[in-house]
C-alpha cells in the first residue's frame, strides 16, 4: 500500500521506499526541558483510504502500511471487548466498556507495534530488530521475534523490571543491561543499528510503532457494530499509544467510515505527568522527574510528547491526573469487581475514568471505553501488601472451624 511520511512539526513529507526515522531537519534541534522535535505521521494514501468506504466489513490490516505475515503465527489484537457487569451498575455508566489488551500474546499493547515492526523487518529483508526499552515493548518485540524468526538485541537499563527481562530473554532475545539509564539505552540501541544494521523499534523513533498501535481504534470500529465510542480513557507515558489510538479514528475518518472522532482522554499519573502538564499550559516542556509507582508509564521527558498534545487537542479531550493510590486502588477494583488483573500503568486509565465519572466530566449515557494495556502478571509485587494469602491450616476440621468460625 502507498504512504509517505510527514513530519509532525515542519508538515515536511518524506517518501517511504527506505526506512527514515524521525524528519532530518527538526530532529537537529533539541533544546534542553523542551519535548523533543520531529517525528513522523504515516500517511496512508487517502484514494485507498477512501475506496474502504464501500466495502462491507474491513480489518485492521486494510489500515497498514506493511502486509502482516501469517498473522496466525503471531495472532496480535482481537482482544475482548468487556461489558463490565458490576462496573457498569456500580458506576451508572450503563454504555461502558473495557478493552483488555493485556490478553495480547505477551500480555500487553505493545505486541500491535511490534508486529508491525516484524512485518517492516520482513518487507526491507532485514532480519535484526533492536531496541530499548525498560519494559512491555523489549518484552512484547522479543516475543514478536521467536514467533518470526528474527534477531532481536534489547537494550536496557540495568535496573528495569526483572519480570519483564526474564520474559524477553525466555522469547530468545539478546538482552544487553547497561549500567545507565533508560536515555542512555535508547542511544546506544541507536548506536548499535548505526553499526551493525538491523532495524531499530525505538518507542516514537520508529514511526511503525504509532502506527502499529492503531489497530485497536479499527477493532473498537469493528467490535462496536461499525461505529466509534464516544469516548475512550487511554493511559499515557510517552505518548505512542495514545497518538496510535489517534491516527486509528483519524484513518477512519478519512476513509468517511466514522463521521467524527471520539474523545480520547489522556489518563497520567500525578507523580508523571508531563503531557497533561503541557496541555494544561500550552508549553510543550518535559518535567523534571516522574516517580509514579506504574512504571510503564513513568516518563519525564515524553518521547512522543508533541504529538500526543496536539492530539488532545484534535479529538477535544483533556488530560486527567491521577495519584498513585487511586491507580493501586483502581487494580485492586478491576480484580476484584470485572476479574481482570491490569499492571498499574494499565489501572490509571480506568482510575481517570472514575475520577471523570465522579466530577460529573463525562455524560452517563456516553460510550465510554477503557483500554487497559497490560496484564498485571508481570508486576506481582505492586499487588503484594494490598491483598495477601493467609497462613497455612492443619487438614482438619477443627482448623477449619477456626477459620470459618
Ligand atoms: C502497560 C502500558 N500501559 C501504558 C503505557 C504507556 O504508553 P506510552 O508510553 O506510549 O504512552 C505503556 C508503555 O510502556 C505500557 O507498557
Not at 500491535?112 to 531496541?131: D, N, P, Y
Not at 474523545?263 to 523534571?288: M, V
Not at 518521547?303 to 485492586?332: C, F, H, K, P
Request: glycine share 8%; hydrophobic share 40%.
Amino acid at each position: 500500500m502507498e504512504f509517505k511520511y510527514e513530519c509532525s512539526d515542519c508538515g515536511k513529507e518524506y517518501p517511504s521506499d527506505k526506512i527514515i526515522y524521525r524528519c532530518p531537519v527538526c530532529s537537529e534541534v533539541n533544546e534542553d526541558g523542551k519535548m523533543q522535535k520531529g517525528n513522523l505521521i504515516t500517511k496512508i494514501d487517502s484514494k485507498h483510504l477512501k475506496s474502504l468506504k464501500t466495502k462491507d466489513s474491513v480489518t485492521p490490516g486494510d489500515f497498514l502500511p506493511y502486509k502482516i505475515p501469517n498473522e496466525s503465527t503471531f495472532p496480535v489484537g482481537n482482544t475482548p471487548l468487556y461489558s463490565p457487569l458490576r462496573l457498569i451498575k456500580k458506576t451508572g455508566f450503563k454504555n461502558l466498556k473495557i478493552k483488555n489488551d493485556g490478553a495480547n500474546p505477551s500480555g500487553s499493547f505493545k505486541d500491535r507495534a511490534s508486529q508491525l515492526v516484524a512485518a517492516q523487518a520482513l518487507h526491507f529483508g532485514e532480519k535484526t530488530i533492536a531496541l530499548a526499552s525498560t519494559g512491555n515493548a523489549g518484552s512484547a518485540m522479543a516475543c514478536a521475534g521467536a514467533a518470526y524468526g528474527l534477531d532481536i538485541v534489547l537494550f536496557v537499563p540495568e535496573s528495569a523490571p526483572k519480570a519483564k527481562l526474564l520474559q524477553s530473554a525466555l522469547y530468545g532475545a539478546k538482552v544487553v543491561p547497561i549500567k545507565d539509564n533508560y536515555d542512555a539505552a535508547f542511544s546506544l540501541s541507536i548506536k548499535y543499528t548505526e553499526k551493525y544494521g538491523g532495524i531499530n523499534r525505538n518507542t516514537a523513533y520508529n514511526p511503525m510503532t504509532v502506527e502499529g498501535k492503531k489497530t485497536i481504534s479499527i477493532e473498537l470500529f469493528n467490535q462496536m457494530r461499525r461505529k466509534a465510542p464516544d469516548a475512550v480513557y487511554v493511559p499515557v507515558g510517552d505518548g505512542v499509544i495514545y497518538s496510535g489510538v489517534f491516527k486509528g479514528f483519524y484513518d477512519l475518518k478519512e476513509a468517511g467510515l466514522i463521521d467524527k472522532l471520539p474523545k480520547i482522554i489522556c489518563a497520567q499519573s500525578e507523580k508523571s505527568n508531563a503531557i497533561s502538564k503541557a496541555w494544561e499550559k500550552g508549553e510543550l516542556n518535559t518535567i523534571p522527574e516522574a516517580t509514579t509507582r506504574a512504571d510503564s508509564i513513568s516518563v519525564a521527558s515524553p518521547a512522543n510528547g508533541r504529538m500526543a498534545v496536539r492530539y488532545i487537542n484534535e479529538s477535544n479531550a483533556w488530560a486527567t491526573e491521577v495519584t498513585d493510590e487511586a491507580i493501586l486502588a483502581a487494580q485492586l477494583e478491576l480484580g476484584s469487581e470485572a476479574g481482570i488483573f491490569a499492571e498499574p500503568a494499565a489501572a490509571c486509565a480506568w482510575a481517570a475514568f472514575k475520577k471523570d465519572a465522579e466530577n460529573g466530566k463525562i455524560d452517563k449515557d456516553a460510550e465510554v471505553v477503557v483500554l487497559l494495556t497490560g496484564i498485571g502478571f508481570k508486576d506481582m509485587a505492586s499487588v503484594e501488601g494490598a491483598v495477601e494469602v493467609p497462613e497455612s491450616i492443619e487438614p482438619t476440621v477443627e482448623a477449619l472451624g477456626k477459620v470459618f468460625g
